[in-house]
Structure formats: C-alpha cells, structure tokens
T-cell receptor
Framework: GEDVEQSLFLSVREGDSSVINCTYT??????LYWYKQEPGAGLQLLTYIFSNMDMKQDQRLTVLLNKKDKHLSLRIADTQTGDSAIYFCAENLDTGRRALTFGSGTRLQVQP | DVKVTQSSRYLVKRTGEKVFLECVQDMDHENMFWYRQDPGLGLRLIYFSYDVKMKEKGDIPEGYSVSREKKERFSLILESASTNQTSMYLCASSLWQDSGTQYFGPGTRLLVL
C-alpha cells in the first residue's frame, strides 16, 4: 500500500536551518515532491527528486533521499519569515495512476 | 503565467443541497484533479480526469461525482451535501506526461450546515 507520513509542526528562528522530514512506504515511487502552501492559497511545487538520486540542491533548498529507509527530507537554509507555510511531501507511483499521494503536511512557523 | 481558477473561494450550503464546484485551467493540460484538504489528513484525491469525458475514482469518491465536458473545465458535484463534506476543496491540473508537476487553484472552502 501507499502511505506518506510527516510531523505536523515545526518551529524555527529566522536565520536558522529548517529540516522537514517525510517517510513513505511504497518503494515503487519514481519521483518524490515537495509542495508549499502559503496561507489562503493553493499548493505550489517547490522541488522534486528522482528516486535514483540521493540529493538535490536548489538555492536555499536541499532535498535528501534515503531510499533504503524510505526517508525524504527538505532542508531550508537561512529560513525567513516568508518561508512560513505548510510543506507537503508527495510521491508519484510508477503504476500509471496519474495522481500524487500527499503526506499530511508540516506547518513551518518561523519566529523573528 | 499558468492559471487554475475555482469558481468560489467560500461557499455555505445546507444539508441535502446539490453543490457544484467549478475549476478552469488555461494551460491546455490533459490531467485535472479534485482533492479535499482536512487538517492533519493532508490532501486526499477525490477524482481525476485525464481527458475530456474520462474520469477515474480517487481514494475518497463516495458522495461525489465529476464532469469534464471540455478540456479546460472540471466540475465536482456533491449530489446531496452532508456536514462531513465540510472541507477545503482544491483543484489541480498537469500535463499528461508530467503528472507530478501539478498546478493548483486557490481552493474553495465549503461549509455545509
């Protein structure tokens, strides 16, 4: 089956690094995604990683994938108040189904 | 600039009413999706469509139906609204070949009394 789990809440101080974690159970995932939802808005794609990679860096964002442990993380360097949002990890199974399976979302609160 | 719009941001309906939620995308995307978002549960897929008049059930289709008569428009229908359908409804679209890169609308917050 498929299940994506995240912790619900994370609080950090401005300027610190944030690490948001995600675990998934289905090893057939081909791509894993991070989406961001700002207050009152829909989701927007932040970044993604292909399952044969273990790291991807994009400016302040670093995605780490441990396929053996089915663990995905998103690190945000130098976290800013504008990073306050809900972050969702999602997997896209290689089953022909065209929909993503989302985690429950982690609410990141950045304190000044 | 890519855009997905939803017909209402907020909606209040009574139990038993028929409710229509409309979604329109201007990117000529083949895939369209309806999710509901509830605190602590993340996004759950209700239905999706990969072509005009084509639809597939998601994880929680009970109590819902959909319609896709034109490529740009995907409607979610609550045949007889119930209080447990109070939620945030999010529409998304994507290209056929890149179903993981989804573009979301702003959401419709539905309250069923």
């Amino acid at each position: 089956g498929e299940d994506v789990e995240q912790s619900l809440f994370l609080s950090v101080r401005e300027g610190d690094s944030s690490v948001i974690n995600c675990t998934y159970t289905d090893s057939s995932s081909t791509y894993l995604y991070w989406y961001k939802q700002e207050p009152g808005a829909g989701l927007q794609l932040l970044t993604y990683i292909f399952s044969n990679m273990d790291m991807k860096q994009d400016q302040r964002l670093t995605v780490l994938l441990n396929k053996k442990d089915k663990h995905l993380s998103l690190r945000i360097a130098d976290t800013q108040t504008g990073d306050s949002a809900i972050y969702f990890c999602a997997e896209n199974l290689d089953t022909g189904r065209r929909a993503l399976t989302f985690g429950s979302g982690t609410r990141l609160q950045v304190q000044p | 600039d890519v855009k997905v719009t939803q017909s209402s941001r907020y909606l209040v309906k009574r139990t038993g009413e028929k409710v229509f939620l409309e979604c329109v995308q201007d990117m000529d995307h083949e895939n369209m999706f309806w999710y509901r978002q509830d605190p602590g549960l993340g996004l759950r897929l209700i239905y999706f469509s990969y072509d005009v008049k084509m639809k597939e059930k998601g994880d929680i289709p009970e109590g819902y139906s959909v319609s896709r008569e034109k490529k740009e428009r995907f409607s979610l229908i609550l045949e007889s609204a119930s209080t447990n359908q109070t939620s945030m409804y999010l529409c998304a679209s994507s290209l056929w070949q890149d179903s993981g890169t989804q573009y979301f609308g702003p959401g419709t917050r539905l309250l069923v009394l």
